[in-house]
């Protein structure tokens, strides 16, 4: 096949995922979808998954390589362009207590969830692409770290089912734990509980808005402290799994014969929050922005739904949904613990 047509065919595959984001676009702006605070990137996922277990045996076997670029070239414009909804007056504007409970959530829930991983003896990407989603910023996060070690999509899906499953708990139990006076926190402290545990940036607005803009403010930005975590965290992880396939003298599907690849979409993001921080650019241009980028992560997230078959679940099993759990109890326990009682004592 020539290049052109090698070209023309996998223009097949982008523009039907391209329609398949219209789709979670049009679906994600209805009410109720709205009032679970669903974002299109989850709907979009759902699109896919149905589509991969219904008509993707008619589609031409040519249009694939459109979807897989979807699954990984779009998917890190996407990450990069997330950038443009955070700056680094951000970080200062919650303080120290915020961005230290931040990082102990963040670190422990990695290495925790994926000791916990060796411990129900599951597949490695699977665990550690679900300790990442349920520590950093829920499919985002599992995007930007299935880019980085590069598994298999069906992987990925499993592992942002499972924290849309838990963040969309939280993001429901929270507000009703608040309001009864069960938490006994201040509107600040449950903002930072809030904001360092709760698994999409989606579950996070929707949470807090249900207990009141103080809340809501804080928790926004505590959030996306941890969105900026991703960066160091994919740079690690990248380092640590080339430097382990480099000793072991094989090669596995994360990196391939054992180079540290460097996530430079990772480090274009920050660049992003760099520029976005001296804001230069004007608010609608902003706005415009963020929304084709959460086009552009919709588009990404149905290439991998379309990739995802019921048998591929079957094959991952009940041991993801467990570790999320059990991820999701520590959330809860060591969020609410230091929010407490380590948030006083810093501030």
């Not at 999509?153 to 499993?158: C, D, I, L, N, R």
Request: charged share 10%; net charge positive; glycine share 10%.
């Amino acid at each position: 096949m020539k290049i052109t047509e090698q070209r023309y065919s996998m223009l097949h595959g982008v523009l039907l995922i391209t329609l398949f984001a219209c789709a979670a676009f049009y679906i994600g702006d209805m009410a109720y979808v709205k009032a679970l605070s669903l974002s299109p990137m989850i709907v979009g996922i759902v699109l896919g998954m149905l589509y991969a277990n219904s008509l993707r045996n008619n589609l031409p076997v040519t249009w694939v390589p459109g979807i897989a670029f979807c699954t990984k070239r779009i998917l890190r414009i996407g990450i990069i362009l997330y950038g443009f909804r955070l700056t680094f007056q951000d970080v200062t504007a919650v303080g120290l207590p915020a961005i230290c409970i931040d990082a102990i959530i963040v670190t422990v829930t990695i290495l925790g969830g994926v000791a916990i991983g060796r411990l129900l003896k599951m597949d490695r990407s699977i665990a550690l692409l679900t300790s990442v989603g349920s520590a950093i910023c829920g499919a985002a996060a599992v995007l930007g770290t299935e880019s980085a070690i590069k598994t298999k999509p069906y992987k990925t899906a499993v592992a942002v089912a499972t924290v849309v499953i838990f963040g969309t708990t939280a993001m429901f139990l929270y507000p009703i734990l608040y309001k009864s006076g069960v938490m006994g926190l201040s509107p600040e402290e449950m903002g930072i509980f809030t904001g360092s545990t709760i698994h999409e940036v989606a579950h996070a607005v929707g949470a807090g808005n249900a207990m009141g803009p103080k809340v809501a403010s804080t928790a926004i930005i505590v959030k996306m402290i941890r969105v900026m975590m991703l960066v160091p965290v994919l740079l690690i992880i990248t380092w640590n799994v080339a430097k382990s396939v480099k000793a072991v003298g094989s090669s596995t599907e994360e990196v391939g014969k054992g180079k540290i690849n460097i996530p430079w979409f990772a480090m274009l993001f920050l660049v992003v929050i760099g520029f976005n921080s001296l804001d230069l650019l004007p608010q609608g241009i902003v706005d415009f922005i963020n929304t084709f980028d959460t086009f552009l992560l919709t588009m990404a997230m149905t290439a991998l739904g379309a990739e995802t078959s019921i048998d591929k679940f079957k094959k991952a099993g009940a041991k993801p949904f467990i570790l999320a759990a059990i991820l999701f109890a520590w959330l809860m326990t060591g969020g609410f613990l230091m929010a407490k009682y380590l948030v006083p004592l810093m501030g």
